[in-house]
């Protein structure tokens, strides 16, 4: 795909907000693959077997690497995210087979950065530089939690990064905030797009909440209603009522030379 001429689409972007922008998939999946990757690289290197597992599953697959490092070794070496609050790595035979997720163990926290060029430019520039100024700024250490990535999705939000566990999906990502996330774990709450494992809705009420990981909700649906409406749940053992309203944005393009589209999200009317 030649983008050269093209207008990239995170410098059109307009005052989008993050809030309930996150891909959905219940978890993922992160096979490392330190060789080029192309414009649809998981569809060019995943077999037909091992996706339709990850679909019945809701994972959503990427491929990984770090920079500077070639892992030789006739193994696969995978990450999932199993439920919320739990990365496990393991290997399996071959691209052709499916994890053993019994025989898998606890990893420690990824940071994920998107850096597919040759599937939009902004990964490119934007996910690059974030990745080449983390290399000066962390220690050698800390650069080991810190990967490169296929599609996650968002373009126009670049940097775009995961961090896992917990299916934290980030867009926008300074230097600074990453730094805090990898070092800390402080979740930059700026740049939060929105738990993937989670509704439009419930990645919006989450972030907008000052207590970020306490809610919990009467009712959890995979949409949002077209209309106007509330969600019932609990803040701290509180109950709250949350009221909701669609929100129509401006049409950008969702990625480099891309046709336009219109953003559908959420809104907090009111938070009592």
Same mark, same amino acid.
């Given at each position: 795909?030649?983008?050269?001429?093209?207008?990239? *689409?995170?410098?059109?972007?307009?005052?989008?907000?993050?809030?309930?922008?996150?891909?959905?998939?219940?978890?993922?999946?992160?096979?490392?693959?330190?060789?080029?990757?192309?414009?649809?690289?998981?569809?060019?290197?995943?077999?037909?077997?091992?996706?339709?597992?990850?679909?019945?599953?809701?994972?959503?697959?990427?491929?990984?690497?770090?920079?500077?490092?070639?892992?030789?070794?006739?193994?696969?070496?995978?990450?999932?995210?199993?439920?919320?609050?739990?990365?496990?790595?393991?290997?399996?035979?071959?691209?052709?087979?499916?994890?053993?997720?019994?025989?898998?163990?606890?990893?420690?926290?990824?940071?994920?950065?998107?850096?597919?060029?040759?599937?939009?430019? *902004?990964?490119?520039?934007?996910?690059?530089?974030?990745?080449?100024?983390?290399?000066?700024?962390?220690?050698?250490?800390?650069?080991?939690?810190?990967?490169?990535?296929?599609?996650?999705?968002?373009?126009?939000?670049?940097?775009?990064?995961?961090?896992?566990?917990?299916?934290?999906?980030?867009?926008?990502?300074?230097?600074?905030?990453?730094?805090?996330?990898?070092?800390?774990?402080?979740?930059?709450?700026?740049?939060?797009?929105?738990?993937?494992?989670?509704?439009?809705?419930?990645?919006?009420?989450?972030?907008?909440?000052?207590?970020?990981?306490?809610?919990?909700?009467?009712?959890?649906?995979?949409? *949002?209603?077209?209309?106007?409406?509330?969600?019932?749940?609990?803040?701290?053992?509180?109950?709250?009522?949350?009221?909701?309203?669609?929100?129509?944005?401006?049409?950008?393009?969702?990625?480099?030379?891309?046709?336009?589209?219109?953003?559908?999200?959420?809104?907090?009317?009111?938070?009592?």
């Amino acid at each position: 795909m030649n983008l050269s001429g093209r207008a990239r *689409c995170s410098s059109q972007a307009l005052p989008e907000q993050l809030a309930g922008t996150a891909p959905l998939a219940e978890g993922w999946l992160l096979i490392r693959s330190d060789g080029a990757w192309g414009s649809h690289a998981v569809n060019q290197v995943v077999s037909v077997g091992l996706k339709q597992w990850a679909l019945r599953h809701s994972y959503k697959i990427l491929l990984v690497r770090q920079h500077a490092s070639r892992h030789v070794t006739n193994d696969v070496h995978f990450w999932i995210s199993h439920g919320t609050d739990q990365l496990l790595h393991g290997q399996m035979p071959s691209l052709a087979d499916i994890p053993d997720v019994t025989r898998a163990t606890p990893a420690p926290p990824m940071l994920v950065i998107c850096t597919n060029g040759a599937r939009d430019q *902004c990964c490119s520039i934007d996910g690059l530089s974030l990745r080449k100024s983390l290399g000066k700024e962390l220690t050698e250490t800390e650069r080991g939690f810190v990967w490169e990535s296929t599609h996650i999705g968002g373009h126009r939000f670049a940097p775009t990064c995961l961090y896992l566990p917990g299916n934290l999906v980030l867009g926008r990502l300074s230097v600074d905030a990453a730094v805090g996330l990898v070092r800390h774990g402080e979740i930059p709450l700026a740049h939060v797009r929105g738990r993937s494992h989670l509704s439009q809705c419930h990645q919006v009420l989450e972030t907008y909440v000052t207590e970020y990981w306490s809610i919990s909700w009467d009712e959890q649906g995979d949409t *949002c209603p077209d209309a106007p409406h509330t969600h019932r749940g609990h803040l701290d053992g509180t109950p709250k009522t949350f009221h909701i309203r669609p929100y129509l944005g401006e049409e950008r393009p969702e990625s480099c030379g891309g046709e336009l589209s219109t953003p559908q999200s959420v809104l907090l009317s009111d938070l009592p």
